[in-house]
Each structure stands twice: as structure tokens, then as C-alpha cells.
């Protein structure tokens, strides 16, 4: 399997790093103990997200397209949000509305 991940820093939350690989705990890792130089500056790293392929170019495109600006954006929707703080509680609740449609909503509260 081949793999496209984000991570975020622990130490500067607004930085973000994306990249791809075929063994995501051993990435972060090497991420984690500065051999890769673009993310050394900000450790450590903790692991946000990672999506799974199993075609290797695939996954290169995807990585390449969340490195363009739309790809960012689509990022910070989909799996950015809700990681604004390291720690907290995530609540799912569920609501009928007055025309019988359901609403889903998720609320992260900080501990």
C-alpha cells in the first residue's frame, strides 16, 4: 500500500506537512528525529491524517494535487478541522430539523 499523509506540529500548530510513503510509523519517525530537512525546524510531528492507495501513482497524484492551492483548501475542509488544539473531546450529535431533515454535527471542546 502506498500512503499520502498529513502531519501537523506539535510545537507550531499552523504548520502542516504533507507527504507520501509506504510505511507512515516509520515516516514519522524519521520525520520526528530531523532527517528530513524541510520538517525538522518545526518537531514534533503527530500524525493527522493518512489515505491509503493501492496504486502508487495514485497517491503521488493526490499528494501532488493537496500540495496546489485547491488541494490546501480541500485539506483544511476535510481534514485540517477539529485539530486547531492538542487536546480535547470530540461529541457527535444529531438533530431532526423542522422539515424531518437530519443535521450532523461534530464539536471539539478543549480539556
Known sequence: MYHVYILRSVSHPDKYYTGFTEDVKQRLADHNAGHCTH??????????TAISFADRQKALDFERYLKTGSGRAFAARHFRSGFTRRTGVVTHSENKGPAGNHSRSLTLTAR
Do not use: G, Y
Open 39 to 48: 520538517t525538522a525546524k518545526f518537531r514534533p510531528w503527530e500524525l493527522v
